[in-house]
């Protein structure tokens, strides 16, 4: 398993009837498929998050969409950035994933979180509990999947979970690839480092250095070689071939969310949300992400186009600006 350029959908607000939602879902994984991209990925939520929508914005549940675009696609991996841990039994979630793969003929991926967006427990019914909680939790959880994802029968008496004997059949393979996403240097970092084949960090740019001393830190402690632990970063796209076209769509994006992108400073756009927004023509996308991300040691880049990767053409351009420099 390698992702190195994964392609996620956040955004289901497509100005489009209802009919034409998923449609418009699988149009873009085929487009992500043709133009390079490995991984096509869709949150796990159940409300559109802050900064992206509202609550009662268009969410498709995750397992559901990737089953459908399973179906719909051939070759490109298929994954949650990332799976709430809180919103599933941590076996039902092995057996998911492992259906997940079985139905794309070995496309799953397993990303996981602890999760985080509290208005969907309070909503749903979801135990939410502390921020300690939440990863004691996940870590359990883990201690749970992994065996079952390998094939052994998963035994378990923990704090939060229990399994007995839990076994997961059928498998297509023993070796179905666990990705964790997030920023946190002591707790995912180090969960990561006991885990997963794979980590997406999600933070400002300008934070990567200190991420990946952190992560070569957790793996050290584990005794892990870091070269075996596989780390991308996630980051919004906005890319077009006249580059004040895309710097107009980040404008206006960050205007919906009351920020003045042309009145930050330096030290204001290092700690503001545009300092994971990568914008401008294709060249100038290029030269931002190999010096603000890939420079720095991650190997994949996970994009998302909110403002226009519905658009036919969009998602193809993404890809074939981008490809070269994870190839």
């Given amino acids: 398993m390698s992702i190195r350029l994964g392609y996620q959908m956040p955004n289901f607000s497509y100005g489009q009837p209802v009919s034409e939602l998923f449609p418009t879902v699988v149009a873009q994984a085929r487009e992500a498929e043709a133009a390079g991209f490995d991984t096509v990925f869709v949150m796990d939520h159940f409300y559109q998050l802050p900064g992206l929508g509202e609550p009662g914005d268009p969410m498709l549940e995750a397992y559901t969409a990737l089953s459908g675009i399973a179906a719909s696609t051939e070759r490109i991996q298929l994954s949650a950035l990332v799976t709430g841990n809180t919103y599933r039994n941590p076996a039902l979630l092995a057996k998911t994933v492992t259906t997940l793969d079985l139905v794309s003929a070995g496309r799953a991926v397993l990303g996981i979180g602890a999760g985080w967006f509290e208005l969907e427990h309070q909503s749903y019914g979801f135990e939410f509990g502390t921020f300690t909680d939440r990863f004691e939790r996940l870590d359990e959880a883990l201690q749970i999947i992994q065996p079952m994802l390998r094939g052994e029968p998963a035994t378990f008496d923990g704090k939060w979970y229990h399994t007995d004997k839990a076994i997961n059949e059928p498998r297509l393979r023993d070796d179905l690839p666990i990705l964790l996403g997030g920023a946190g240097e002591k707790k995912t970092f180090a969960l990561a480092a006991r885990f997963a084949d794979h980590l997406n960090i999600i933070c400002n740019a300008s934070e990567l250095p200190k991420k990946m001393a952190a992560l070569h830190q957790r793996c050290a402690e584990v005794g892990r070689d870091p070269s075996t632990l596989e780390v991308s970063y996630l980051c919004f796209l906005m890319v077009d071939e006249d580059g004040d076209q895309a710097r107009k769509e980040q404008r206006d994006l960050l205007r919906g969310i009351g920020v003045d ?24 996308v290029a030269e931002q992400l190999q010096t603000k991300v890939l420079d720095h040691g991650v190997q994949g880049i996970i994009v998302n186009m909110v ?8 998602v193809d351009l993404a890809g074939r600006t981008l490809a070269p420099l994870v190839r």
């Fill in 307 to 314: 403002t226009n990767g519905h658009q036919p053409g969009a």
């Fill in 261 to 284: 992108v042309d009145a930050l400073s330096d030290e204001e756009r290092a700690q503001s949300i545009a300092d994971r927004q990568f914008v401008g023509s294709p060249d100038e």
